[in-house]
């Protein structure tokens, strides 16, 4: 194969409650197993990247990719801390949502019509049930995945019931982020709405090269801390 800019990630629809809470994404950021994704079920025709930028990139931090790997023991920890845990002893995963115990289970959605894709959700699937936390992969047709990730009543969610999608978007050359995070691109279909996003994308895009591995440092640490 051949290096190109195109991203495969899974997204958060911060409406839902369970994504809405910052630990419990950076959990599900855990639980994916991106070496076997790539290796395995893309058949050799990927590479595994813990950051939004190649990590053939000079930009690209170890320090920071790090604290993303796969890691279903921590996994279970971050959860545990976050209000996320096996309180009735059933073997699996509940959290307090108002004061009533609600179980641990999202609906992911992914596109059926795009090779290997599925199988990467199912992974995650089988990996997160292992620990009591239950995902219910949906593999949509195309226009049913737009329809679902759509914004068409422009209430500020999307319109389908989801917890977590899976995606695939070619980056500029750059590496220009903007149009996954900017509050109202039509590539943010998780709605995220933290303009702190813009600033560490400008300051990213703006500097120079004396200053532009400190920038992404910056910009791929609250990245990494946030999403």
Request: contains cysteine.
């Amino acid at each position: 194969y051949y290096t190109t800019t195109n991203m495969h990630f899974f997204g958060f629809n911060m409406a839902s409650p369970l994504m809405s809470m910052p630990n419990v994404r950076y959990a599900m950021s855990l639980a994916v197993d991106r070496d076997y994704a790539a290796d395995t079920l893309m058949q050799g025709s990927a590479v595994a990247s813990a950051l939004p930028i190649s990590p053939m990139s000079p930009l690209y931090d170890e320090s920071v990719a790090s604290q993303l790997s796969y890691n279903m023991s921590l996994c279970q920890q971050v959860l545990t801390a976050a209000g996320v845990s096996d309180m009735d002893n059933d073997g699996q995963l509940e959290y307090l949502s108002y004061s009533v115990m609600q179980d641990a289970e999202i609906d992911l959605i992914v596109c059926s019509q795009s090779a290997g894709k599925g199988d990467v959700c199912n992974k995650l699937a089988e990996d997160l049930a292992g620990i009591g936390f239950t995902v219910n992969v949906r593999e949509l047709s195309w226009a049913d995945y737009q329809a679902a990730l759509a914004d068409i009543d422009g209430d500020g969610q999307p319109d389908g019931d989801f917890d977590m999608y899976y995606a695939e978007v070619k980056l500029a050359a750059d590496f220009d982020l903007t149009s996954l995070f900017a509050e109202n691109s039509s590539l943010n279909y998780g709605k995220i709405k933290d303009e702190n996003y813009a600033t560490y994308i400008n300051d990213f895009l703006a500097a120079d090269d004396a200053s532009r591995a400190q920038a992404a440092y910056n910009l791929y640490s609250y990245i990494a801390m946030t999403t």
